[in-house]
């Protein structure tokens, strides 16, 4: 199919708002200024700057796969095929001709069906369009291997025997921190001991409503997992209007990242993190009809979240970025941000006030897990090599139109602060995924396995390959299925 030609400024396409300017009457949430000067031509140097970026991507995760397999004779690294949780198999499955399938739908159609689509249509496309991607590339690796199977290994959330340890539910929480430490008796499986109580309590959830094993739980993360890709788009829309949103769709459907989203309980957690973040793009627009509500659910959401992953403490990054992106709009938008604030900690209170009465105290959990990381694995994996290859592991789990895009996301967010703001919105939330993402790697507390890890960081990459020239995103989108689809059946990964 080719594609549609260029048509000029307002035929069928949204106005794009001026950095700093205040809200349109009218226009609810596309709005929230007056229309920006069209864009300068792109210039050819961009664009070879955006292949360099991604080649230098290319070339980081080479590196590190060649030196992985030099320096891992004795097994250092933990992992078979570095920098990948993975084994060398080449295969591939049921899901095969429906992964090809979507990939090819969604380069040929995913660009123009965003543009044209209806808002209120184009976000459950978009996740309909998620999941089939998501469950395809399970799916390349059977049905038990690939879906059903992927939750109960032993390390899992959905092992019958660890949420049999949840009958007596106040007793477990209450004594959680107990069984943390490797010493400890009746010591927690490993991710069941790397998070607080909240990711075993929602598979103990599913299972007391008759939706227990590795299918259900496998149904959920994927259901779930897809939705953080609407959740991108209703907060970039909220942030900074419709044209940028819309051309992000495509790019949050068919990434890689969607190989680790099936099946693994990170992606559940990355769309927890995702919606609470699109809440607070709503209260602080005041895009939401009822603003303090959305605020209050965001809190919620944003302190559940933590509950999930300690790790999510570093949201504290892309929340400062959404409220910087509605405090640039003005006075009004300072004082929407200063209203939000006190409802968003209000709705925060129940959950840690119920856990904390529960007998949990985060800090303490997190500050086990800290001793619990350097008992096994995390302390014998070599720093200087996974301060590397964990970027090498972002770099593939985003793709390469996401990394070329997070190129044009820190020159936006950096050098051209009075763009556009849709342009800036997808920069600012670009950037602050990518801040969580370096200071995640330089804590010493992610080595290996950030593939799977950081889904709730890597998704707010996605979005900047929307600043990529509107010519280029078949190529770019068809470069993005590419890699999912040459890891998928090339290798056999652990998620």
Known sequence: MTASPPRPPGAGTKTEPAAGAGPVPGTGSEAAAAAAPPPPPERPAGRRWDLVAAGCAALLVTVTAVVGRAINDDGILHVRWPPLIATWEPHYGPGTPAAFAVAAAVVAYGPPLADRLPWRRLLPAAWVAGMAWIWSLALVDGWRDGTAGRLVKKNEYAVPET???????????????????????????????????????????????????????????????????????????????EERARRAAPFLVLAPWAIWAGVSADAYFAAVAAWGLALLALAVTRTARRPAVAAAGAGLVLVWALYLSYGLALLVLPVAAVLWCAARRGRAGRSAVLRAVPWAVLGALPVVVAFTAAGFWWYEGYDLLHTRYYQGWGGERPYAYWIWGNLALAA?????????????????????????????????????????????????????????????????????????????????????ATVALAVNHLLHTSW
């Open 163 to 241: 949420v049999d340890r949840f009958d007596d539910l106040g007793h477990a929480v209450r004594t959680f921190t107990d069984h943390i430490l490797m010493q400890a008796p009746d010591n927690w499986p490993a991710h069941i001991a790397g998070h607080p109580p909240g990711a075993i309590l929602t598979f103990v959830g599913l299972d007391r409503v008759g939706l227990g094993g590795g299918a259900w739980g496998a149904v959920f993360c994927i259901t779930l997992g897809a939705s953080a890709a609407v959740a991108a788009l209703v907060a970039l829309r909220a942030l900074g209007g």
């Open 396 to 480: 593939v789990s985003a793709g390469p139109a996401a990394v070329a895009g997070v190129r044009r996301a820190l020159r936006t967010a950096w050098s051209e602060r009075r763009r556009a703001v849709s342009t800036y919105a997808v920069a600012a939330m670009a950037v602050a995924g990518l801040a969580c993402i370096v200071a995640a790697d330089l804590s010493g507390l992610s080595k290996a396995e950030t593939e799977r890890i950081w889904l709730p960081f890597t998704l707010w990459l996605l979005p900047a390959a929307a600043l990529l020239p509107d010519r280029d995103h078949r190529a770019w989108l068809t470069a993005q």
